[in-house]
Every structure is written in structure tokens, then in C-alpha cells.
């Protein structure tokens, strides 16, 4: 039987006398004569439970609501509930069994709702199916903006009438409802900080997605996030507010691996309804980013009343002397990303004597003008990447100054009178060569709270320890000496640390600052994670006393270094070794130390020439949760290690996703058994699965006999292949397939000698789904290889 529909709209904000008269209505059951809501309630579930089989479309929810006190029955298969929401919020609250995300339309999927909303009637030529196309553009896969649209055309053939529907009367009407129907989501936020902040946006996110890291500053330096005892919460506030914000709908967040770090955008439909809620606001701003712009705009555009103004990602040239603009409250100018400007007027800032934020990051303007050290008010000034600025004037009447970003430029010195900026609470000096910034400058800058100093001159532990207000280090320090002592003088306080320690750091991280100038977003990516970091290059780290809070270890040419069975801390989370010659192993598990390992997520082993042993056994461990959250496994260039896991391990390796081995010249064997332990491991039945799997890479292996060793039968994919002319050895034979979430398989050069292990191979391609990625290249001189691509 055919289940009953029902759907009330629950309008804002829900009553629940309103909803069960409502509801009763649909459903047919009487309530009028009842005012007691409790007793309502209890007749409404007993008619909704009665049904055979019933669907309650609750539309248009926008806060939580106690199904209970409605009426409406939990846990009865007989009655299915479904709820259309704006706020995930609403989702969560209610503990729905499962959310349908209705996300805005890629383009070809928005025109064929567009068609079907217009109708079969409605018959277009193909004149006019082009200009369909672009009045479905307008609205940019938004369902909401297709459903108005559509209404208002449909039934019109007329190409004129199709014209005029992309600049007329119809889209103008049509604007109108989406943004009747788009303002309660912004009505919806209440809080005007949230609303402050949906507001701020559209200066930022146009065109193009931005690095939320990056909008997260911007909200800070701007005010909208109010003053609180710690930078951390006010960071923290500001990514609940972009959260919130993505919640309901009005921000679209979205991951990025190459960054690190989250992406925002803004739908073009919903940026059209902020800058008119500004309009109507009076709050004037001027927005043109990335469009190809060569000038500024005219002397008419910069008007009195103008609060913003962003010109970001453009080609302007220069600002010509004697342009000033009279701009009394302006705020902000960003005109970041502009890499062809070189020159800005002396007296372009003289009209502007509000501003509080200047964004001239990643320009190659070659000096500053004037007028910039007489904007009294500034609280922000933002000179990131600036390639061709190697000096800063007087800053001391920039007395309101709290942010002050030189990285990755071509400062020589820090100015003078930087000291007299009793205010300043950011100052970055990454990746530049500045030089100047001694320790008596320091103790009278004792606001800090974020510091990044360049790759060199190392500084001294005790240096620091005046800032005591640090949430944010980075820092060189020449040896381990050092930093142990700025480690002694934190006395309990963890600040976020990024520290580099060795003598000749600057040729090793060279690379990243080029690569940061080629894409502002990566200047935030050390900021992505919440853990401190350590990089040791070329030093002694036999000394080091690592605290337990830093969660991301780098070792590079530390070749002193046999073995680093007492260095590791507690909570370690990152860990990557590059060109340890002298390594040979990597540590020993044991009962006293097998939870060292415990954290570990990613592990990253690189051209370490003489590591023979990863992980040497002591007694009987019990392995416990050793690797249980490693994700990550790579291994490269390491010509004398010959076994990696031990089998009692393999269980752990239950969140493994990625494996790597390259470059490995005497490796046999991947999981390893000893031979005293082959006996006991025959009888066991179970079969240790690497069930999360996604991606196994195995390249340059020429030795490489088994992917498990002894008798085990591992449940785990299996592909292998070699660029050189040695044959591998990879015994495919009793290989149990299991890669229900494999991904990628690369299998490429493979040579080889007998029929079967063909057939074996693709007896195991054969098994993988049929959406696992399989790149296949056998070796051209091989014969039996050309029956089989059949």
C-alpha cells in the first residue's frame, strides 16, 4: 500500500500548538476541542502511530524542534519524518539517521532542471536555446534562483523577449523573489557578528575561492571578531563564524590537499544579495577583483561615503603622482596580488586618512609612499611577498599599529623605531633577510602574541624569553643547546612552536619560499594544523630533550644520529627523515616503549643510504595500539633496508590509506615474519586485511620477493613494477585480493617470466571494483603480454 503524504511548513519561529494544528489537519486527526498541548501531543502520536504507513514532510525548518512535544512519534517504523532545512544545524539537533546535502548544480545538470522547469510546452529554437543557456548561467546552479527564473519565462519562445529576459524586466523580477527568498537566511543569523561577517565576504571571495586561513586574519584585522584574552580565541571564533556560515547555507567550504588548508567561496547568487543588503545599509564598497584591470578606478568612483574597496589579483600598473582620492572613511584597501604595480604616488594616501587596513602584499612596489607613515589609524599593514621592497621607512607615527607583515619580501633591515609599537601584537619577518631585530627591541615589543623571524641569524633561547605573551614562534636556533634552553623558560606555557634548528638551515628551506611566492594561500599552510613542529638540519640531536607537545619531527643530514630509540615524544603525529647517513635504526619497540608510536600519522623516510633495521624487536612486545593511527607510510632511496613491518603488527595497520616504497634496492619483503614464528602464525585462521587501503605505490624494487612474508596469506592488494632492467622477483602466488576501497594501482614495466604470474596479475585486476584506477603497462619485449590486453 501506497504510504500517506503529508507536508506542513513550519514557519520561524516553530510553535508547537501552531504545528500540531497544522500537522492534525494533514493527517486528519481533530484537535480543535483539546487546548492542553501535552494532551494534543499524545492524540497526534497515537493517529500518526495508527497509520499502516506514513511520510511527514516537515519544510522550511529553521530551529530545533522537540518531536515529542509536537506529537510526533520517534522510533515507530510505521511513521518516516523527513525535514528541509537551511541550517545543518537543525539536522544535528535532531539526530536525523541520514542528511541529503542539495548542493548548487554543475553547469549541465543547471540547464536540464532549467528545461524541465520550463516544460515540454515551452519549445525553443536553437537561437533561442543559446540565449537560454546564458539566462540559466545567471543563475548559477542555484535550485532556488533556477525554480524563480523558470517561472517567470516559461511558456515564452519570443528570441526578443529571451534578450530582454538577461538585462529586463523578467530578471529584474526575478532578482527581487531570490533575494526576498535568500535574505531570511541572513535574517535567519540574528547575531550581527555573523551578519558583520557574511557581509565581509563578498570584498574577499570574488571571484575566485580564498585560503579560509587567510579569511580568517582578514576577520580579525578587520574587528568584526571582537577583542578577546588570546589570538588562538579569536581565530578559533572567527573559523565558528565561517562554519556557521557554510551551515546555512550562505558559504560554500571545501578541502584542498595541496594546501593544507580549507578553501571558501561564495555562490555569484548570494554575493549579489550581500552587496545589496550593503546598498541598502548605506555601506558603500568598491569590489572588482581579478578582472584584468590595468587602472584604477576614475576619480569619480572613490566617493566620500566609500568603506571598502578591493582590487585584488588585477594588473594595475601604477598609481600616478597627484592622484588622492578624498576617501574620509575608507577603511580598507586591498590591492594585493597586483604583481605588475611597481609604483604608487607620494600623495595617494593623503585622502585617506581612516584607513585601518593596507593590503599591498604580493605587488612589486619598490618602495612605500610617503603618505602611508602618516596614516595615524592603520592597525594592518600587509607586505607579504613584496619581491622588490628592501626598505621601511620611519613607522613612528604608526602608534595604532598591531599587525605588521614583511614576510617572504626584500627587507634588509627592520626599521629603527619599530620598538615604539607598543600595540603591535603580529609581526612576520619570514622568509626575508632582515636584519636589526635584537633582543633590546624585543623585550619592548612584549605585546606579541605571533612572531615568524628569518631562516637567519639564528637567535639565542634566552632571547625570547621576554615575550611571554607568545601563542605563535618561528624561529631559528643554531643547535640543540638553544633550544633547550627557550624550552626551559616556557615554564608550562605551550605556545604553537615552529622551530628550525642547525647552522645552515636557509639553502634547505630556500625552496619553500619560492614556492610561497608563486601562491599566497601556501603562506598559511603552517598554520593549518594546531601542532608545534621541529626541523633539526645538519646537528647533533643526540642531546635533544623533545617535550611531549610537538607533533611534527623533521630530521635532515643529521648523520650523527645510529639510531633514534630515545628521541621520539609521547604524542609525536608527523614524522619525516631526509639524508641521516648514519642512521641504521629507526627505533626499537619494546614494552616500555611500543606507545611511543601510538600517534604517529604520517611517517616519511627519505635517501637514508645506511638504515638497515626500521623497527628492532625487544623480547616478546605485545604491540597493543602501536601504528594503530598511521595513515601515511613513505619510503624512498633507502638501498640497505631489506624488511619493513613485522606481522604482529599488520593488525595496526588497520588506518593505513597510502603506502609508498620506491627506490629500495635490497628490500624482499614488505610484512615480515621470523622464522621461529612462521610455525604459530601457519595455524591461525584469521587473515590480517589492510581494509582501508586506498593508494600502494611499489616502484624500483628489484629485490623485492614476497608483500608478506612466511606462510601468512595477507588480505591486502598487490602491484609491483621496476624501471630498470632487472627482473623483479614479486611472488604473486597465494596472494589473497582485498581492496574493496582501493582506488589506484599502478602497475607499469612489468616484466614477466612465466605464464602463471601473468594470469596471477590479472587474475587480481580482475577482482579489484570497477572503480579502481588501474594503470597497466607491460614491458613491450615480453610476447605473452600481447594476448592479454585483449
Known sequence: MSPDWNRPT????????????????????????????????????????????????????????????????????????????????????????????????????????????????????????TISRLVADRCVGLPLAITIMTRNIKGVTDIHQWRNALRGHIQKKADVEIFQKLKFSYDYLKDTTLQRCFLYCPSILQPNSFGKNRLVEFLVDEG????????????????????????????????????????????????????????????????????????????ESWTEDLLRVSQKGNQIKNIPLGFSPSCSKLTTLLLSENRDLRYIGDSFFKGMPGL?????????????????????????????????????????????????????????????????????????????????????MLA????????????????????????????????????????????????????????????????????????????????AVEEAEDSSMVCFYNCNINEADIPSYFQDITIVKCNEARSLCNFFP??????????????????????????????????????????????????????????SNLTRFLIQGCPSIKRLFPIHVLPNLKNLQRLYVFDCLLLEEIIFEEEEEESSMAETKETPCLSRLRILM?????????????????????????????????RLDGVAVCCNSLSKVQLSCFVFEKKHAVCQCFKFLNRCPSETKVKLS?????????PVSK
Not at 501531543?41 to 502511530?49: H, I, P
Not at 604553537?496 to 647552522?503: I, N, S
Not at 607491460?778 to 600481447?786: E, G
Open 10 to 129: 513550519v514557519s520561524p519561529p516553530p510553535r508547537v500548538r501552531d504545528m500540531q494544528s497544522s500537522i492534525s489537519k494533514a493527517v486528519g486527526v481533530e484537535l480543535s476541542y483539546e487546548d492542553d498541548e501535552n494532551k494534543r501531543a499524545a492524540q497526534l502520536s497515537k493517529g500518526l502511530a495508527g497509520k499502516k504507513k506514513s511520510v511527514l514532510i516537515l519544510d522550511d525548518v529553521w530551529d530545533y524542534i522537540s518531536l515529542q512535544e509536537v506529537g510526533i512519534p520517534v522510533g515507530v517504523d510505521r511513521c518516516t519524518v523527513l525535514f528541509t532545512t537551511r541550517a545543518l544545524a537543525v539536522c544535528r539537533q535532531l539526530g536525523c539517521q541520514r542528511k541529503i546535502e542539495i548542493r548548487c548544480l554543475p553547469p549541465d545538470e543547471s540547464y536540464e532542471l532549467f528545461k524541465k522547469n520550463l516544460g515540454k510546452e515551452t519549445t525553443l529554437s536553437s537561437e533561442v536555446e
Open 444 to 523: 619592548k615589543l612584549s605585546h606579541l602574541q605571533f612572531l615568524r623571524l628569518p631562516h637567519s641569524p639564528p637567535v639565542k633561547g634566552e632571547e625570547l624569553a621576554c615575550l611571554t605573551k607568545l601563542e605563535t614562534l618561528t624561529c631559528t636556533v643554531s643547535d640543540v643547546v638553544e633550544l633547550n634552553n627557550y624550552l626551559k623558560g616556557l615554564k608550562g606555557r605551550e605556545p604553537q612552536l615552529y622551530f628550525e634548528v642547525g647552522q645552515d638551515i636557509t639553502f634547505y628551506a630556500g625552496f619553500v619560499n619560492d614556492l610561497l611566492c608563486e601562491d599566497p594561500d601556501l603562506v
Open 698 to 730: 611499489l616502484c624500483d624494487l628489484p629485490e623485492l620477493k614476497r608483500f608478506c612474508g612466511g606462510r601468512t596469506t595477507c588480505g591486502i592488494p598487490v602491484s609491483c613494477f621496476s624501471r630498470n632492467s632487472n627482473t623483479p622477483k614479486l
Open 778 to 786: 607491460l614491458a613491450d619485449q615480453n610476447p605473452v603480454a600481447n
Open 224 to 299: 568584526i571578531i571582537k577583542r578577546m584574552n588570546s589570538r588562538m580565541e579569536e581565530l578559533d571564533e572567527a573559523h565558528t563564524m565561517l562554519n556557521f556560515l557554510r551551515d546555512v547555507g550562505l558559504l560554500e567550504i571545501h578541502s584542498n590537499t595541496l594546501l593544507l588548508d580549507k578553501v571558501v567561496k561564495m555562490n555569484e547568487v548570494i554575493r549579489s544579495m550581500a552587496l545589496q543588503i550593503m546598498q541598502e545599509n548605506n555601506q558603500r564598497v568598491m569590489i572588482e577583483n581579478d578582472m584584468s584591470l590595468t587602472d584604477l578606478p576614475d576619480d
Open 356 to 440: 585601518k587596513i593596507l593590503d599591498l602584499s604580493f605587488s612589486h612596489i619598490e618602495s612605500l609612499p610617503c603618505s602611508v607613515y602618516d596614516l595615524v589609524n592603520l592597525t594592518t599593514l600587509l607586505l607579504s611577498g613584496c619581491r622588490e621592497l628592501r626598505k621601511i621607512g620611519s613607522v613612528e607615527k604608526l602608534r595604532a599599529l598591531k599587525k605588521l607583515d614583511l614576510s617572504l619580501s626584500a627587507v634588509e633591515e627592520v626599521p629603527q623605531d619599530i620598538a615604539m609599537l607598543s600595540k603591535l601584537t603580529y609581526l612576520d619577518l619570514f622568509g626575508t633577510e632582515a636584519k636589526g631585530l635584537d633582543s633590546r
Open 570 to 627: 609521547s604524542k609525536l603525529k608527523h614524522l619525516s627523515i631526509r639524508e641521516c647517513d648514519g642512521l641504521e635504526m629507526l627505533c626499537q619497540l619494546s614494552l616500555a616503549g611500543q606507545c611511543i608510536l601510538e600517534n604517529l600519522g604520517y611517517m616519511e623516510l627519505y635517501k637514508l643510504k645506511n638504515l638497515s633495521v626500521l623497527f628492532s624487536i625487544e623480547g616478546n612486545v605485545p604491540y597493543g595500539s602501536c601504528f
